[in-house]
């Protein structure tokens, strides 16, 4: 069972966490899971909800990895929607055998990395056991899970900050995506985690130039904005109006 124990430690955290609160909380419909390392980049993207009533969960994935090619990237676990449910709660019990730090962790990963494609060799982590328990027991869980590609739930970083590497104020509408996911960036141990695939200055240019995206589509509704992706500083820009309520939404959108 998911219940909080020191032996879920590291990303097997969030199991727990999440059944907790849903215990805690009967009154909230739906539980939104975001890992630290994410930014919000789109500020007027609104989720929509409705497009989900037969289903408890939503994550981002894409059903040919998933199922065809049993890919060990074939969904994310970095942001999920989660309905407070019975079913939810089934689910969170049965991801959760491969947590246990230790031996079973470690055997697990074993598991994972024999059955899914590209998976490198080491413990069991929480994403892989997700996709895992899906194709295992498909018939079980398939149907109320909802595999979100139409959108960024889970927007990968590397390839929106390089997109911005000329410090880009304006966007189009796929210029940066919804969730920016900071994976296999570590700033508080000094480098990159794991692999160390990135550098440290890589990772702070990359959440700053996010951070300061995001930031803009709100500085312009008071007429302001940061002089490029990588400045802390802001500059005024002409935002005359006299309908400034009415501006402010379409603002929102174009910024």
């Given at each position: 069972?998911?219940?909080?124990?020191?032996?879920?430690?590291?990303?097997?955290?969030?199991?727990?966490?999440?059944?907790?609160?849903?215990?805690s909380?009967?009154?909230?419909?739906?539980?939104?899971?975001?890992?630290?390392?994410?930014?919000?980049?789109?500020?007027?993207?609104?989720?929509?909800?409705?497009?989900?009533?037969k289903?408890?969960?939503?994550?981002?994935?894409?059903?040919?990895?998933?199922?065809?090619?049993k890919?060990?990237?074939?969904?994310?676990?970095?942001?999920?929607?989660?309905r407070?449910?019975?079913?939810?709660?089934d689910?969170?019990?049965?991801?959760?055998?491969?947590?246990?730090?230790?031996?079973?962790?470690?055997?697990?990963g074993?598991?994972?990395?024999?059955?899914?494609?590209?998976?490198p060799?080491?413990?069991?982590?929480d994403?892989?056991?997700?996709i895992?328990?899906?194709?295992?027991?498909?018939?079980q869980?398939k149907?109320?899970?909802?595999?979100?590609?139409?959108?960024?739930?889970h927007?990968?970083?590397?390839?929106?900050?390089?997109?911005?590497?000329?410090?880009?104020?304006?966007?189009?509408?796929?210029?940066?995506?919804?969730?920016?996911?900071?994976?296999g960036?570590?700033?508080?141990?000094?480098?990159?985690?794991?692999?160390?695939?990135?550098?440290?200055?890589?990772?702070l240019?990359?959440?700053?130039?996010?951070?300061?995206?995001?930031?803009?589509?709100?500085?312009r509704?008071?007429?302001?904005?940061?002089?490029?992706?990588?400045?802390?500083?802001?500059?005024?820009?002409?935002?005359?109006?006299?309908?400034?309520?009415?501006?402010?939404?379409?603002?929102?959108?174009?910024?």
């Amino acid at each position: 069972m998911a219940n909080l124990d020191e032996a879920l430690s590291g990303c097997w955290s969030k199991l727990p966490v999440i059944r907790k609160l849903m215990i805690s909380h009967p009154e909230i419909e739906w539980l939104w899971w975001i890992d630290s390392d994410t930014f919000f980049t789109d500020m007027s993207f609104q989720i929509p909800i409705t497009k989900y009533v037969k289903h408890n969960m939503v994550v981002h994935g894409y059903h040919g990895l998933l199922f065809e090619e049993k890919s060990w990237i074939a969904l994310s676990t970095g942001s999920f929607l989660l309905r407070n449910c019975q079913w939810s709660l089934d689910l969170l019990d049965s991801w959760v055998v491969m947590g246990p730090k230790g031996r079973v962790r470690k055997e697990a990963g074993k598991i994972l990395t024999l059955n899914l494609k590209g998976r490198p060799d080491f413990e069991a982590d929480d994403q892989s056991a997700l996709i895992h328990l899906l194709i295992s027991n498909r018939n079980q869980w398939k149907d109320k899970v909802f595999l979100e590609s139409s959108y960024s739930l889970h927007g990968y970083w590397e390839g929106a900050s390089d997109r911005h590497a000329g410090e880009k104020l304006q966007r189009s509408d796929d210029s940066w995506p919804f969730m920016t996911h900071f994976v296999g960036c570590a700033p508080c141990r000094g480098a990159g985690a794991g692999t160390g695939d990135y550098s440290l200055e890589r990772c702070l240019k990359g959440m700053e130039k996010a951070f300061n995206f995001a930031d803009n589509q709100v500085l312009r509704l008071l007429g302001y904005s940061h002089r490029g992706l990588l400045s802390p500083n802001v500059m005024k820009i002409k935002n005359e109006t006299s309908r400034p309520l009415e501006m402010s939404q379409a603002l929102l959108k174009d910024s």
